[in-house]
């Protein structure tokens, strides 16, 4: 599972890339709709005004009108070119969306195959678990109770291992040194022994049998 979500993040970042561009499409449409409203507006600020013109009696009031009407006409200008602004947004957003959805598809394509992988996997985990669970179960009915107990309770608290091996007279798990006679009975395997420091179960490997080795003088002899 955890391999799963880290395997996810490809996906999710063209999922939230994509949900990110349909909400910043989303606003602009939005924006552009504000617009035209305004030059609706505009306009028919406009047509009052002109009709106006007419019941007007003072010069100073017809040339404040048509001052109006000129800043009208400058402020639709302006909304006019935002407006074409905001179309060729939209208009270009169209490749765009085309780009994301097919990279958001293959990565939805590539993580449905690593999904389906891994499951496998995991199901096969599962199928070994239940063996060596059951395997487990049996070789505890032969362990002293008293070490099985001690085993359990230092597997509970060192992350699910309880046994570290022995590497020349130190354990391998938290390098701390042993006594020379207990690294001694610990090779020959027939005393139980735990670390002074992690209290884990120290163990030893017997190192392999090595070949003979040929001299120059065709004499065989031990290995080093």
């Given at each position: 599972p955890s391999?799963?979500e880290?395997?996810s993040?490809h996906?999710?970042?063209a999922?939230?890339?994509?949900a990110e561009f349909l909400?910043?499409l989303?606003?602009?449409?939005k924006?552009r ?5 305004e ?6 600020a406009i ?14 009031e017809y040339t404040a009108?048509l001052r109006?009407i000129?800043?009208?006409k ?11 602004e905001l179309?060729e947004r939209?208009?270009q957003s169209?490749?765009?969306e085309a780009?994301?959805?097919k990279r958001l598809a293959?990565?939805?394509e590539?993580?449905?195959a690593?999904?389906?992988e891994k ?8 199928k ?5 669970v059951?395997?487990?179960a ?6 002293d ?7 359990e ?8 291992r309880a ?15 042993v006594?020379p006679q207990?690294?001694v009975e ?5 005393v139980?022994h ?13 190192p ?6 040929t001299?120059?003088?065709g004499?065989?002899?031990a290995g080093?």
């Amino acid at each position: 599972p955890s391999q799963l979500e880290a395997d996810s993040s490809h996906l999710n970042e063209a999922r939230q890339k994509h949900a990110e561009f349909l909400s910043n499409l989303k606003e602009t449409k939005k924006l552009r709709l504000q617009k035209e409203r305004e030059v609706e507006e505009k306009q028919e600020a406009i047509t009052k005004a002109n009709l106006k013109l007419h019941e007007i009696k003072t010069n100073q009031e017809y040339t404040a009108a048509l001052r109006e009407i000129e800043n009208h006409k400058k402020s639709i200008a302006v909304l006019e070119d935002e407006q074409i602004e905001l179309m060729e947004r939209v208009d270009q957003s169209g490749r765009e969306e085309a780009e994301l959805k097919k990279r958001l598809a293959e990565e939805e394509e590539s993580f449905a195959a690593v999904k389906k992988e891994k499951e496998a996997q995991i199901n096969e985990v599962k199928k070994e678990k239940e063996v060596v669970v059951s395997r487990r179960a049996e070789l505890t009915k032969k362990i002293d109770p008293v070490l099985a107990s001690k085993y359990e309770r230092v597997a509970a608290v060192r992350n699910g291992r309880a046994m570290a091996e022995l590497k020349g007279d130190f354990c391998s798990a938290c390098h701390t040194m042993v006594l020379p006679q207990m690294a001694v009975e610990i090779r020959v395997g027939n005393v139980v022994h735990h670390c002074p420091n992690c209290h884990r179960f120290l163990y030893s490997v017997k190192p392999e049998p090595q070949e003979a080795e040929t001299t120059e003088g065709g004499r065989a002899v031990a290995g080093p």
